[in-house]
C-alpha cells in the first residue's frame, strides 16, 4: 500500500509543478527608466538611418550596409509611415528604406514630443508616442517597442540578454 501512494506522488508530482503560463518580467524602477531612455535613441537611431539613405552622395554599398543595420532595430516585418509623402500612409518596412535610397535630396528627421508608455506591470511591449518632424511635414504616432530575451555569444560562453526592437507605427492624425 505505501509503494502505491509513493508511485501516485511520484506521477502526481509533474502534474502539479506545470506553469501556470508565462511568468511577467520583474523590472526595478531604474531599469525600467533606462529601458525609457533606450527606446528615445532608437527611435532617434533610426531615423538618423533614414537621414543616411537619403544621401545621394552616399555610395549603393553604404546604403545596403544602412538599410541592413536598420532592419536590425526592428522585430520581424513592421509597418512604418512614409515619411516621404505628401500624404501620411503606412508602408513596410522594407519599402520605406528603399523609398528613402531613391531620394535626390537629403531629409533631416526631428523625434519631439516623445513618451514612452507601458501597461501595469507588463514591460514585455511598450507604446512609444512622438512627433516627427521632416521636410514633407509633421506626424504624430504611435511606435511598439518590444523587450525580447534572446541568446547571445560572448567568446565561449552563451547567455540570454534582454534586447530591445521596434515594431509597427500606427499613425495617430
Known amino acids: 500500500m505505501k509503494i502505491l501512494i509513493a508511485l501516485l506522488l511520484l506521477l502526481a508530482l509533474p502534474a502539479a509543478a506545470q506553469d501556470a503560463g508565462p511568468a511577467k518580467r520583474q523590472m526595478a524602477a531604474r531599469t525600467i527608466v533606462a529601458y525609457e531612455a533606450k527606446s528615445k535613441s532608437k527611435v532617434e537611431e533610426f531615423y538618423n538611418f533614414l537621414e543616411l539613405l537619403t544621401d545621394p552622395k ?57 513618451k514612452p508608455t507601458h501597461s501595469g506591470g507588463n514591460v514585455e511591449s511598450w507604446t512609444l508616442r512622438y512627433t516627427l518632424k521632416c521636410e514633407n511635414g509633421t506626424l504624430t504616432v504611435e511606435q511598439a517597442y518590444f523587450l525580447e530575451d534572446v541568446l547571445k555569444d560572448f567568446g565561449t560562453q552563451t547567455q540570454v540578454v534582454t534586447t530591445a526592437y521596434l515594431g509597427n507605427i500606427k499613425l495617430m492624425q
Open 58 to 114: 552616399l555610395d549603393s554599398e553604404m546604403k545596403t550596409q544602412v538599410k541592413a543595420q536598420a532592419k536590425k532595430l526592428f522585430l520581424g516585418k513592421a509597418n512604418v509611415a512614409d515619411v516621404f509623402s505628401k500624404k501620411p500612409a503606412l508602408i513596410t518596412l522594407d519599402a520605406l528604406l528603399q523609398t528613402a535610397a531613391s531620394q535626390k535630396e537629403k531629409y533631416s528627421f526631428t523625434v519631439k514630443d516623445f
